[in-house]
């Protein structure tokens, strides 16, 4: 399993801007899918994007589509979320995660019994 680090939440007014960083440790990052998860308090963690290992391939949540840019640098173990045009909705834990296994399927993604996660960025969205 890699370890995975999150960096660059906050709070931003409604739309604009943040981007999310992941670092990860563990020399076969770019074996692994990378994505995202938000997760509101009292509410089930939900998929916001992801990308295939070498990058040619990106998915994202229908409620993301046109708002968000997921991207990977697999020479720093990174992976990145671009968001725009943010909203109160928006208002969440943001959590890094990767798979060895699973692949996500149209705009979902469910992580296998050996994903990993990071431990979370707040990113609060003001109205």
């Known amino acids: 399993q890699v370890q995975l680090v999150e960096s660059g939440g906050g709070l931003v007014q409604a739309g604009g801007s943040l981007r999310l960083s992941c670092a990860a440790s563990?020399?076969?990052?770019?074996?692994?899918?990378m994505g995202w998860f938000r997760q509101d308090p009292g509410k089930e963690r939900s998929f916001v994007a992801a990308?295939?290992?070498?990058?040619?391939?990106?998915y994202y949540a229908d409620s993301m589509k046109g708002r968000c840019t997921i991207s990977r640098d697999n020479d720093k173990n990174s992976v990145y979320l671009q968001m725009n045009s943010l909203k109160p909705e928006d208002t969440a834990v943001y959590y890094c995660?990767?798979?060895?296994?699973?692949?996500?399927?149209?705009?979902?993604?469910?992580?296998?019994?050996?994903?990993?996660w990071g431990q979370g960025t707040q990113v609060t969205v003001s109205s």
């Open positions: 995660a990767a798979d060895l296994i699973s692949r996500p399927y149209g705009s979902s993604w469910e992580l296998s019994a050996s994903g990993s």
């Open positions: 563990g020399r076969t990052f770019s074996a692994y899918t």
């Open positions: 990308i295939s290992w070498s990058g040619g391939t990106t």
